[in-house]
């Protein structure tokens, strides 16, 4: 099964994507699941995971009522407020929908860049890993340090790195993230998404700017701790669906079948499908 592990869905007048604002012009618009389905049977792709876009639980309920009537949508990772005293009653509420897989904070946009860290928070990660629920962590390459100490606090969680921790490719300035990639692939059992990447490389999306952040992702985490993710529809800013498609099948040419594989639906499956993980 080939698996997109990261698309988004929206609807405007739900009224609660802040930062959603008419400048954004090519995805200032609804996107639902009729706009990804022709997308999807061209590129082949069995099955996806809908993450969250709103930090509101009403809209992890609207992402689990279209997954509830499009059979495709294998999962949806949501949002709960992580620091509220009922947050573990709202996992246990919305994990009765079996579509439900997990948890995105959006740290990237939290003024603390240690917010990670918050003590007040120790409980519900582990109740995440009771209940094997995934953790995806929105982070930029600042956050990276903080982030390895959370999994080394928390060893057991679930965890994968969305967009590949959004390194400063236009600038080519990678070197410190390299490094704190490097740190949590050897310390953590952490996944990380080959996703977001060409809204990263400024004007210059191509091959030869993308190939070093995922050159290095694949000698750090290798391939069966990496999944392919069209950020779709936030990719229109700077591709298309299937031009990002066959990129990142450019960049892993050189793997093998199984390897392959893995990363365009394996590793998914086995990270949010599998609650034998």
């Given at each position: 099964?080939?698996?997109?592990?990261?698309?988004?869905?929206?609807?405007?007048?739900?009224?609660?994507?802040?930062?959603?604002?008419?400048?954004?012009?090519?995805?200032?618009?609804?996107?639902?699941?009729?706009?990804?389905?022709?997308?999807?049977?061209?590129?082949?792709?069995?099955?996806?995971?809908?993450?969250?876009?709103?930090?509101?639980?009403?809209?992890?309920?609207?992402?689990?009522?279209?997954?509830?009537?499009?059979?495709w949508i294998a999962g949806v990772v949501g949002w709960v407020d992580m620091e509220a005293t009922d947050a573990i009653a709202t996992l246990d509420r919305l994990a009765r929908?079996?579509?439900?897989?997990?948890?995105?904070?959006?740290?990237?946009?939290?003024?603390?860049?240690?917010?990670?860290?918050?003590?007040?928070?120790?409980?519900?990660?582990?109740?995440?890993?009771?209940?094997s629920l995934t953790f995806d962590a929105l982070v930029l390459p600042r956050h990276l340090p903080r982030l390895l100490k959370r999994?080394?606090?928390?060893?057991?969680?679930?965890?994968?790195?969305?967009?590949?921790?959004?390194?400063?490719?236009?600038?080519?300035?990678?070197?410190?993230?390299?490094?704190?990639?490097?740190?949590?692939?050897?310390?953590?059992?952490?996944?990380?998404?080959?996703?977001?990447?060409?809204?990263e490389a400024g004007a210059d999306v191509s091959i030869e700017t993308i190939r070093p952040a995922t050159d290095h992702l694949l000698q750090t985490f290798g391939p069966s701790r990496l999944m392919f993710g069209s950020d779709w529809p936030v990719l229109n800013l700077a591709s298309s669906y299937l031009d990002w498609l066959a990129m990142t099948h450019e960049l892993t040419a050189r793997l093998t079948v199984e390897e392959r594989s893995g990363i365009f639906g394996g590793n998914a499956a086995r990270f949010y499908l599998d609650t034998d993980r």
């Amino acid at each position: 099964m080939r698996i997109d592990s990261h698309q988004h869905f929206w609807r405007l007048k739900r009224g609660d994507y802040g930062w959603l604002t008419p400048e954004l012009g090519a995805i200032y618009r609804d996107f639902e699941p009729a706009d990804l389905e022709p997308l999807l049977k061209q590129a082949s792709i069995d099955a996806t995971i809908a993450v969250q876009a709103s930090d509101t639980v009403a809209e992890t309920e609207f992402l689990l009522s279209l997954a509830e009537r499009t059979p495709w949508i294998a999962g949806v990772v949501g949002w709960v407020d992580m620091e509220a005293t009922d947050a573990i009653a709202t996992l246990d509420r919305l994990a009765r929908n079996p579509k439900f897989k997990g948890v995105r904070p959006m740290i990237q946009g939290l003024a603390d860049d240690d917010w990670i860290l918050r003590p007040a928070l120790d409980r519900v990660f582990s109740a995440l890993v009771e209940r094997s629920l995934t953790f995806d962590a929105l982070v930029l390459p600042r956050h990276l340090p903080r982030l390895l100490k959370r999994l080394e606090r928390t060893p057991e969680l679930a965890c994968v790195i969305d967009h590949g921790a959004k390194p400063h490719l236009a600038t080519g300035e990678i070197g410190q993230w390299k490094s704190d990639m490097a740190a949590i692939a050897a310390n953590t059992e952490a996944f990380c998404k080959l996703s977001g990447l060409v809204t990263e490389a400024g004007a210059d999306v191509s091959i030869e700017t993308i190939r070093p952040a995922t050159d290095h992702l694949l000698q750090t985490f290798g391939p069966s701790r990496l999944m392919f993710g069209s950020d779709w529809p936030v990719l229109n800013l700077a591709s298309s669906y299937l031009d990002w498609l066959a990129m990142t099948h450019e960049l892993t040419a050189r793997l093998t079948v199984e390897e392959r594989s893995g990363i365009f639906g394996g590793n998914a499956a086995r990270f949010y499908l599998d609650t034998d993980r």
